[in-house]
C-alpha cells in the first residue's frame, strides 16, 4: 500500500509549494517509496487531525502516522533499511544533522521574505485571510512590505550560500556523487522559491546553479516535472 502524502496547495491543487513538504517528498523518492499525494490546504485543519497537530508534512504509512520533515525522514531510514540510505549510514548523521540546523536558521530565513508574498496570491479566499494574519504577526509588517528590494533579498540568499558552493567546487552534491537529505533540505526552499516566484535565483555559471540543475533532474525529474508559477 502506498504512503499517503499530504501536501500543502492553494486553489491549483498541483501546485504544491511547502518547503519542508518537498523535503519529504524528495526523500520518499530518494527511497524509492510509493507514495500518494493528498492535497491539503492552510485551514482544512481537520483533515490532519487525526496526526494531533495542524500542519504538513505529514504522512501515514499503514498504521503508523508521522509529522515533520526530519522526524518523517529517520522513520522512513529506520522503516526501510533496504533501501537507499538518506543520510550514508551513522556517520553522515551528524553532518545532515549539522545542514538541516543551517538551513532552518539561515537559508529558510533568507528565502521567506522573496516567498510569502508569492505564496498569499495563490491561495483562496479564506486561505489568504489565515496567511496574511499569521505571515504579519511573525514578520511585523504588511505582507506587502515583508520582501522589500527583492535584489538585496537574493544577493544574500546567494552569499547565504557560499559554504555549498566550496563544497560544490570539490563534489557534485552536499551529499558526496549522489543526493541525501543533506541536499534535499538545502534544496527544498530553492523549490519553494521556484514554485512561487519568476526570480532568477543563481547566475548560470553558479556552481550553486549546477547543483540545482541536477537536483530538478534527480528522481526522474520529480521536482523539475512539477507544476509551479513559471
Given at each position: 500500500m502506498a504512503i499517503s502524502h499530504y501536501e500543502l496547495c492553494g486553489t491549483d491543487p498541483e501546485i504544491l509549494f511547502s518547503p519542508n513538504v518537498w523535503r519529504t517528498k524528495m526523500a520518499l523518492a530518494h527511497k524509492n517509496l510509493d507514495f500518494e499525494t493528498i492535497p491539503w490546504r492552510f485551514t482544512?485543519?481537520?483533515?490532519?487531525?487525526?496526526?494531533?497537530?495542524?500542519?504538513v508534512p505529514v504522512i501515514k504509512d499503514n498504521d503508523t502516522t508521522v509529522i515533520d520533515s526530519w522526524d518523517i525522514a529517520i522513520y522512513l531510514e529506520n522503516a526501510y533499511p533496504d533501501r537507499p540510505t538518506l543520510f550514508g549510514g551513522d556517520a553522515g548523521l551528524a553532518g545532515v544533522t549539522f545542514i538541516r540546523h543551517w538551513v532552518d536558521t539561515v537559508i529558510f530565513p533568507a528565502c521567506a521574505p522573496l516567498a510569502v508574498f508569492g505564496v498569499w496570491k495563490l491561495l483562496d479566499e479564506k486561505d489568504?485571510?489565515?496567511?496574511?494574519?499569521?505571515?504579519?504577526?511573525?514578520?511585523?509588517?504588511?505582507?506587502?512590505?515583508?520582501?522589500?528590494?527583492?535584489?538585496?533579498r537574493i544577493e544574500a540568499l546567494r552569499k547565504a550560500f557560499t559554504p555549498v558552493r566550496s563544497m560544490l567546487s570539490q563534489q557534485s552534491y552536499l551529499g558526496g556523487d549522489a543526493p541525501l537529505f543533506s541536499d534535499h533540505m538545502a534544496f527544498a526552499p530553492l523549490q519553494w522559491l521556484r514554485c512561487v516566484t519568476t526570480h532568477t535565483l543563481f547566475e548560470d555559471s553558479d556552481l550553486v546553479q549546477a547543483w540545482l540543475e541536477r537536483m530538478l533532474k534527480a528522481y526522474g525529474g520529480l521536482a523539475g516535472d512539477a507544476k509551479t508559477i513559471r
Open positions: 482544512e485543519k481537520d483533515k490532519i487531525a487525526f496526526s494531533g497537530q495542524g500542519k489568504q485571510a489565515y496567511f496574511r494574519e499569521t505571515r504579519e504577526a511573525r514578520f511585523g509588517k504588511p505582507l506587502e512590505d515583508i520582501c522589500g528590494d527583492p535584489a538585496e
